[in-house]
């Protein structure tokens, strides 16, 4: 998957479920992982590693 893909995947789950979503890709990461696609879990990391970066810093 491609950097551009990456960024959009990741804003439109961020989108679809705010905060969550960074939960839901390391979900998925893990799940990739238990299941031996490294491939996939690696995606899941940069998708999560993106909205990251869409959410901005943490505020306290």
């Known amino acids: 998957m491609s950097a551009v893909h990456i960024d959009d995947y990741a804003q439109r789950l961020y989108a679809a479920h705010g905060d969550q ?16 696609d490294e491939s996939a879990a690696e995606q899941w990391r940069k998708v999560r590693a993106a909205i990251r970066v869409i959410r901005g810093p943490n505020v306290s």
């Not at 979503?21 to 031996?36: I, L, P, T, V, W």
């Open 21 to 36: 979503a960074e939960y839901e890709a390391a979900q998925r990461a893990k799940a990739s992982e238990e299941r031996g």
